[in-house]
T-cell receptor, first 114, second 111 residues
Framework: DTAVSQTPKYLVTQMGNDKSIKCEQN?????MYWYKQDSKKFLKIMFS???????INETVPNRFSPKSPDKAHLNLHINSLELGDSAVYFC?????????????FGQGTRLTVV | SQKIEQNSEALNIQEGKTATLTCNYT??????LQWYRQDPGRGPVFLLL?????KEKRKERLKVTFDTTLKQSLFHITASQPADSATYLC??????????FGQGTELSVKP
């Protein structure tokens, strides 16, 4: 039983394309997140949603648009992909959005833009 | 400016020794600090959480300290084993569930 699952695990695409990454959690958590891990291994928060509502929106280009159809799902759509978007994207969830509980991470989606 | 830094990128120790990893931060006031383990090709896995009013937390061979005056957390693994080899990430817990991660320390435990 995978707690936080993302698809696809690998994504190779050309510059200018539009792509989506899907994320689902079966933990019953209220809060979900998207993080980006760059080549230097820095893990940076992009967005967080609590019960389908956007809570955190870091300085992310508006080509990135999260969508939460229900509290178990948080998808990430990226328009007009650029080379600099290449990274590993992690979805995560936590019971509360207060930072006082652990976050559960998915296995990551390695995005390569060529 | 706000910064979170972990000690040297790589730490090599002998099996059975204690590994000590450092996390320093500036211009943040976290209510919580968390430590995660990340293996290659995998997502981070939660290890320990410590609150600002706690000095020390233990879990089996793991121990974390949190000094809000020094703005530093230390993470110890006692009786280290090769299976402990991984990258360890500290994260500051801020409002709204936001976690700010350090760049990680890669630990290698040699038999």
């Amino acid at each position: 039983d995978t707690a936080v699952s993302q698809t696809p695990k690998y994504l190779v695409t050309q510059m200018g394309n539009d792509k989506s990454i899907k994320c689902e959690q079966n933990l019953g958590h209220d809060t979900m997140y998207w993080y980006k891990q760059d080549s230097k291994k820095f893990l940076k928060i992009m967005f967080s949603y609590n019960n389908k509502e956007l809570i955190i929106n870091e300085t992310v280009p508006n080509r990135f648009s999260p969508k939460s159809p229900d509290k178990a799902h948080l998808n990430l759509h990226i328009n007009s992909l650029e080379l600099g978007d290449s990274a590993v994207y992690f979805c995560a969830s936590s019971p509360s959005g207060q930072g006082n509980t652990e976050a559960f991470f998915g296995q990551g989606t390695r995005l390569t833009v060529v | 400016s706000q910064k979170i830094e972990q000690n040297s990128e790589a730490l090599n120790i002998q099996e059975g020794k204690t590994a000590t990893l450092t996390c320093n931060y500036t211009n943040y006031s976290p209510a919580y600090l968390q430590w995660y383990r990340q293996d290659p090709g995998r997502g981070p896995v939660f290890l320990l959480l410590i609150r600002e009013n706690e000095k020390e937390k233990r879990k089996e061979r793991l121990k974390v300290t949190f000094d809000t005056t020094l703005k530093q957390s230390l993470f110890h693994i006692t009786a280290s084993q090769p299976a402990d080899s991984a990258t360890y990430l500290c994260a500051l817990g801020l409002g709204g569930g936001k976690l700010i991660f350090g760049q990680g320390t890669e630990l290698s435990v040699k038999p």
